[in-house]
């Protein structure tokens, strides 16, 4: 199994450029979220999905939008980049019916100049 | 407000020495208990995990962690220390019912002296 695949690795973008941040995992997991950190600042949900067609805000939602799809993919929109964006980018997946046992992607790190 | 705090935001010890990273739970009733590390460059892994039952629970790599509800504590423990146990510690709970979103600590960065 590969777990949870997420891509790019790193990215380097332009104030105002737009990007999406690809999240996959073949575990048939129904629960996927996005978290960003920060140093000092732990680790922080943006946006999470308890199933296919269902997604909900975290506590810092704003600039980013989601959509899932399939039960596989829970890709991450960032439509206007800002460099307070700038940060590492994590996807975490969960068997459980909540957010209880996470199998976390490697990460993507995203710049914004 | 639920919070979890990790008091040690930093912490140096010799390979071999013993190891107690502390983590404490501001919440009503005792929430899931969630300790993960973070390896350098990598995304975080679960070292073990309390849902109920025996206070005392094992998990990966020869850690161990001891829930007190009198302490709304979860500190993380291992009796001797190796190199490559050097990594980013965190202690996460769930509330029981409503376990959609996970609270996090802030981190404690563990470094390990040869």
């Known amino acids: 199994n590969a777990g949870v695949t997420q891509t790019p690795k790193f990215q380097v973008l332009k104030t105002g450029q737009s990007m999406t941040l690809q999240c996959a995992q073949d575990?048939?997991?129904?629960?996927m979220s996005w978290y960003r950190q920060d140093p000092g600042m732990g680790l922080r949900l943006i946006h999470y999905?308890?199933?296919?067609?269902?997604?909900d805000q975290g506590e810092v939602p704003n600039g980013y939008n989601v959509s899932r799809s399939t039960t596989e993919d829970f890709p991450l929109r960032l439509l206007s980049a800002a460099p307070s964006q700038t940060s590492v980018y994590f996807c975490?997946?969960?068997?459980?019916?909540?957010?209880?046992?996470?199998?976390f992607g490697a990460g993507s790190r995203l710049t914004v100049l | 407000a639920q919070s979890v705090t990790q008091p040690d935001i930093h912490i140096t010890v010799s390979e071999g020495a013993s190891l107690e990273l502390r983590c404490n739970y501001s919440y009503g009733a005792t929430p899931y208990l969630f300790w993960y590390v973070q390896s350098p460059g990598q995304g975080l892994q679960l070292l073990l995990k309390y849902f109920s039952g025996d206070t005392l629970v094992q998990g990966i790599k020869g850690f161990e962690a001891e829930f007190k509800r009198s302490q709304s504590s979860f500190n993380l423990r291992k009796p001797s220390v190796h190199w490559s146990d050097a990594a980013e510690y965190f202690c996460a709970v769930a509330p029981k019912q409503n376990n959609r979103k996970l609270i996090w600590g802030l981190g404690t960065s563990l470094a390990v002296n040869p």
């Open positions: 999905s308890v199933g296919a067609g269902i997604t």
């Open positions: 575990m048939n997991h129904e629960y």
């Open positions: 975490a997946s969960s068997y459980m019916p909540g957010a209880n046992v996470l199998t």
